[in-house]
């Protein structure tokens, strides 16, 4: 026998002479529009989605309150009747943070009577762009592994016939000559390969209880003499900060890096800021967060997204092999760390790594989670 299920009668001729329950229940923002793009109503998900109420929406135009309004607005004006828009513009909300929203409309739903469906997809773009980053990355990651291993071995055997060569050629001859110019070449090559290695985190770690602050005041020194006079060396470090388990070493070449990559971002002088912090209350959460700050030229939004890929580089030729950034994302990755970067094209750039407190290994499979963020510091797409 076949069951028929149906909304009962009563509840159905209810149901259809209150059409505004679907609307005030709605999970997606519905906005209603007129032919002049002026709201009309909003539902409570579309409050929550600009965070005003409806007393101060409706009347507004489609694009108040969005940074790119006129745009959206002329999208949907030129839109032949019958054609829905679909749209994605960012809205400004009253505390001036920006969200990414998704819009559909449905014109004439009533004749005159138009309706938009909105949704936030900023935390779902974020993910997208994070994991195609990530994805990018192992992909290179995967390819450097295989080239820097082989070239090792090749290298090794360059290196080696050279060596045995030279105890054969004539001090002073042309020919020793040409055969140190053979193992200086290989020399740098194997260099290159090696910073490959720690790109794929193949390096050999020396893992111990390090604590950062010591390692960044024995790094200052060559620090400072690798930035120059023109650039004030400054240090804020909370001295309560666990130890971490890592290559105090690894660390070390982590600094030079992201100091020598700041220097170049000053060519006119400016500042250069070594600041510790913890974070996490809870023993497997603590972390310790170091920033690296500059008050350099910034990097581009084009630009972040690739920086940390190995041979990546905006320097002119001979100025940069573009390995310097793959190689500390390498590192802090092998010591289960992370690393994130904010940056304001002219005003400056912030490294940040957070590395698990030492006393927290054991939970060390979970890497860090975007929980760590600081306050107002983007994580850009580096979470693995
Ligand atoms: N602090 C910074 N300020 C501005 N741009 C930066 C900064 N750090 C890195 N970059 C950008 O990221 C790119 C990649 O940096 P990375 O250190 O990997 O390579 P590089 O400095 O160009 O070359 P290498 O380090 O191998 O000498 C740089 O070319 C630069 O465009
Ligand atoms: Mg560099």
Known sequence: ???????????????????????????????????DLQYLEANPAACRLLRRNKEEIVGCKIGTFSEDGARLAEAIRKTPVGDGVEASHTLILPDGSVRTVEMVTRPNMLPGIHLSFSRDVTDR??????????????????????????????????????????QHVES???????????????????????????????????????????????????????????????FDLDRGIPEVWADAGQLNQVFVNLAVNARDAMPRGGRLLFATSKRGTEEKDKRVSIFVHDTGMGIGADVLPHIFEPFFTTKEQGKGTGLGLATVYGIVKQM??????????GRG???????????????????VTAKAKPNNMEHRPFAE
Not at 183 to 199: D, I, K, M, N, S
Not at 336 to 345: A, C, Q, R, W, Y
Not at 356 to 366: H, M, T
Request: aromatic share 8%; charged share 25%.
């Open 1 to 35: 026998m076949e069951i028929e299920r149906s909304i009962p009668r009563r509840e159905k001729a209810v149901w259809q002479e209150n059409p505004e329950w679907l609307f005030e229940s709605a999970p997606e923002a519905i906005f209603v529009f007129d032919d």
């Open 125 to 166: 773009r974020l993910l997208e762009r994070e994991l195609e980053h990530h994805t990018r990355l192992e992909a290179a990651g995967k390819l450097a592994s295989g080239i820097a291993h082989d070239f090792n071995n090749m290298l090794t055997a360059i290196l080696s016939y050279a060596d045995l060569q030279l």
């Open 172 to 234: 002073g001859s042309a020919m020793q000559r040409y055969v140190l110019g053979i193992q200086a070449a290989a020399e740098r090559a194997a260099q290159t390969t090696h910073q490959l290695l720690a790109f794929c985190r193949r390096q050999k770690m020396q893992f111990a209880e390090t604590q950062v602050n010591d390692v960044i005041q024995q790094s200052s020194e060559l620090i400072g003499r690798l930035i120059g006079e023109d650039i004030e060396l400054a």
């Open 336 to 345: 289960k760390g992370e690393i994130l970067v904010s940056s304001e094209p």
């Open 349 to 367: 750039t912030t490294f940040e790594i957070a590395l698990p407190a030492s006393r927290a290994a054991g939970a060390w499979v979970e890497p």
